[in-house]
């Protein structure tokens, strides 16, 4: 067997390495190695036998001890013990521990009879340093050497994988273990759930969960995690009442700190609390700080203060939990009291601390109180890592301007912090959100390790700045590249399919959410909703929500909008009546029902009890009751509502002044109405061009060539209309005077060319 290399190559590999040893321990191993007589004999043996060497490898790696270390590596080399595998595995942990992987994979190639022992020790010090393709590399090369892998290999290359959100590469393992015979080892199933939940794909973990003739404490942790990751929150707590019931095993603290983190209302929470309780896990630090987060998340802020107060250990994860809970359900002042009061027991606020708040603050439409205590942060001289970074930008998104995103993206960049996928994540989401989807995507393109969230991320990005056809390419892409899409993804690409009216693609992407039991989300149901709607299928939206076992506001709205869209005024009311709470969305999709549907009454009814269930009438509102009016003829009520906001009318409320001035034919109001709304300086070319029809109707054309000239000065431009088709699961636009943009230009003007002189043969 050939020793693990040149041992004076090896140590000059080692000295040239760019991790330090301390002092001049380098120079010294590699002058004793070449002269043995100058061996060194602190902490060594007092003779070289394996199984000494062994237990101080051992010692070495629990105390993380490299220059004890690589003095035994010495020691077993003079020695001549360089053959053994068992001592090779033993120095590539120590090494890998040790943040040296270079020497490790020197060790590692220089063996030429490597067995399974001294492979998972290999991967598992890649992984430790976060060299995952390295590690999956060092699988494949080894496996094809002959190296037969166990349980414990493919478990090691599963985490490897779930780091890369590789789900191509994870579900090539999966085969590889299940020819292996080790497809239902309990361990490597473990691993393949976990996998699968990082990749995004909850469904084949949940098939893996299932064949599983064995199942421990971590097979129900990790498919309980697998259901929240996936955002299937419900399912998860379905999960822990099945473990819970399921005879020899009981939840433990892990699996209570996962069902508190999926638990979104009260009774949840105060149901995994009184299982806590009664099986004394309450003390457990963990469950404590899951309570407090968990509490604060569904805005009972006393409960979590009690059981911060009761808890035995309070530690900094406690302290940030609590502070978090108050920013987060905008207890600003008494959060920022708490900051202090955390001082003042002995614990420094770190960055942790100051994430959490940010966090919240963000998360709760609370942007300027965000960016306050991120200054604060920088002041009190701490460096904002990547998890600040990542919070931080979400509030940024929601202050007007587009600088400050820029100069955190550049502050990112300048100290290294813009390769990681949760701040470039983050970025692609913000500079969507700004309308700057050119950047978003710049940024996209740049992430190396794209999980489900990044991709996610651009697919609505660009469904939310109007460019639906390219929200529906990515989205392909994103299928192509073996990355499920989640609720999230799902809802964008069906509001990508109602702004092209893609039905075939809106109702391929029903078919997979039902495959993959996300119908059943709320929001996804909401967007199916819309969809329906919005590509003629009213029905179809209705049978949607007929189906779906749980809606909340959002879906009742969504099918409100949909009978408004249709101009179905009286079912769209039916929907409004039966909620117990509406909310102005509900207001604002039920009077737009009622505009369209020509339900004057009705409208009048409903916008009068707002103040019953107090919501208080917004521009928006105002806008739908004036366009109510104006649509039935009655001006002069339009008029007086219009004088008796409470608010100074917007452009929007004019325009439906204007509009409904030019379908009853007058002049006086609707240059009134024209007139505010230049004077609010709106650059909106409908409201110009209803303007110059209506003076045109008059024979007003010296007014007309005014408003008209007045577009020009301002530099408004009438928009240019588009229509699009659907072609073998492709969406073509065409836009007039484009005729050179679209490659099959000439053959469609042949084609129309053709038809059009069939017809008139028909005619005549």
């Not at 061996?39 to 060497?53: K, M």
């Not at 119908?519 to 149901?525: N, R, S």
């Not at 088709?725 to 129309?752: S, T």
Request: neutral net charge; charged residues 20%.
């Amino acid at each position: 067997m050939r020793p693990f290399s040149s041992v004076h190559t090896f140590f000059r590999t080692t000295a040239a390495s760019p991790y330090s040893y301390g002092k001049s321990y380098v120079s010294s191993t590699i002058f004793t190695i070449t002269d043995p007589n100058h061996l060194p004999t602190s902490h060594l043996p007092a003779s070289s036998g394996r199984d000494q060497c062994l237990r101080l490898l051992e010692t070495c790696i629990g105390d993380k001890d490299l220059a004890v270390g690589a003095r035994v590596h010495a020691t077993i080399v003079t020695a001549g013990l360089q053959g053994d595998s068992f001592l090779a595995a033993k120095l590539v942990s120590l090494y890998s521990l040790c943040a040296n992987p270079s020497t490790a994979a020197a060790i590692l190639d220089g063996f030429a009879g490597c067995n399974v022992f001294l492979l998972n020790a290999a991967i598992r010090g890649n992984i430790g340093n976060g060299l995952y393709q390295r590690a999956i590399a060092v699988f494949d090369r080894k496996r094809r050497g002959g190296v037969v892998p166990d349980s414990s290999t493919f478990s090691c290359v599963a985490k490897a994988c779930a780091f890369l959100s590789d789900l191509r590469r994870g579900r090539q393992l999966h085969g590889l273990a299940v020819a292996s015979g080790l497809g239902e080892d309990l361990f490597v199933s473990n691993s393949l759930i976990c996998m699968y939940a990082k990749c995004g794909s909850l469904a084949a973990g949940i098939q893996v969960f299932d064949k599983m003739h064995q199942r421990d404490a971590i097979s129900w942790n990790s498919i309980i995690s697998a259901h929240a990751q996936g955002g299937f929150d419900g399912g998860a707590l379905v999960k822990v009442r099945e473990m819970a019931g399921n005879g020899g095993l009981s939840p433990d603290d892990v699996t209570l700190v996962s069902a508190l983190a999926v638990c979104f209302s009260a009774e949840s929470v105060e149901e995994v609390h009184g299982y806590a309780i009664r099986n004394a896990f309450e003390s457990t630090p963990t469950v404590s700080n899951a309570l407090i987060s968990a509490y604060g998340k569904c805005g009972r802020v006393g409960e979590a203060r009690r059981v911060f107060n009761t808890s035995i250990l309070r530690d900094k994860v406690s302290w940030n939990a609590l502070i978090s809970c108050y920013a987060q359900n905008g207890f600003f002042e008494e959060s920022m009291q708490l900051l202090q009061d955390m001082r003042a027991s002995g614990l420094d606020a770190d960055v942790i601390t100051y994430s959490g708040v940010i966090s919240s603050l963000a998360q709760n439409d609370k942007p300027h109180q965000a960016m306050q205590i991120f200054k604060e942060l920088l002041e009190v001289g701490l460096i904002p890592d990547a998890i600040t970074i990542a919070s931080i930008l979400p509030a940024i998104s929601d202050l007007p301007g587009v600088r400050l995103c820029r100069e955190m993206h550049a502050y990112s960049y300048r100290h290294r912090m813009e390769s990681d996928r949760r701040v470039k994540n983050a970025l692609v989401s913000v500079y969507s959100k700004c309308g700057l989807i050119q950047n978003a995507y710049l940024v996209f393109e740049r992430i190396e390790d794209r999980d489900v969230i990044s991709w996610s991320s651009i697919v609505a990005g660009y469904a939310q700045n109007g460019c639906c056809n390219e929200s529906l390419v990515v989205f392909g892409q994103m299928v192509r590249a073996e990355i499920e899409p989640n609720p999230i993804s799902i809802t964008s690409v069906l509001a990508a399919c109602s702004g092209v009216s893609g039905l075939r693609q809106g109702r391929e992407v029903h078919l997979w959410a039902i495959k993959h039991a996300f119908d059943g989300q709320t929001y996804v149901g909401s967007a199916l909703i819309d969809m329906y709607a919005k590509c003629g299928r009213i029905v179809n939206s209705r049978r949607v929500f007929d189906l779906m076992k749980e809606r909340n506001l959002v879906t009742w709205n969504a099918m409100i909008g949909g009978y408004a869209f249709h101009g179905l005024g009286e079912e769209a009311i039916k929907i409004f009546r039966s909620l117990d709470g509406p909310d102005e969305v509900s207001f604002i999709a039920t009077l737009s029902a009622c505009s369209h549907g020509g339900l004057v009454k009705e409208g009048i009814e409903i916008f009068n009890s707002m103040k019953d269930f107090k919501v208080n009438p917004r521009e928006e509102h105002y806008a739908c009751m004036v366009d109510i009016l104006g649509r039935s003829g009655k001006l002069d009520r339009a008029m007086e509502l219009v004088r008796a906001m409470p608010v100074k009318a917007n452009s929007e409320i004019w325009g439906s002044l204007l509009g409904a001035c030019k379908t009853h034919c007058n002049l006086g109001m609707g240059i009134y109405s024209g007139t505010q709304i230049i004077g609010n300086g709106s650059i909106s070319s409908g409201y110009y061009v209803t303007l110059s029809n209506i003076l045109a109707e008059f024979g007003r054309w010296s007014d007309v060539e005014a408003t008209r000239e007045l577009m020009n000065k301002k530099g408004v431009k009438k928009g240019i209309a588009c229509s699009w088709i659907e072609v073998d699961k492709e969406v073509y636009h065409f836009v007039a005077k484009d005729r050179v943009q679209h490659p099959e230009w000439g053959r469609l003007l042949g084609i129309l060319s053709s038809l059009s002189e069939q017809m008139k043969g028909m005619s005549s």
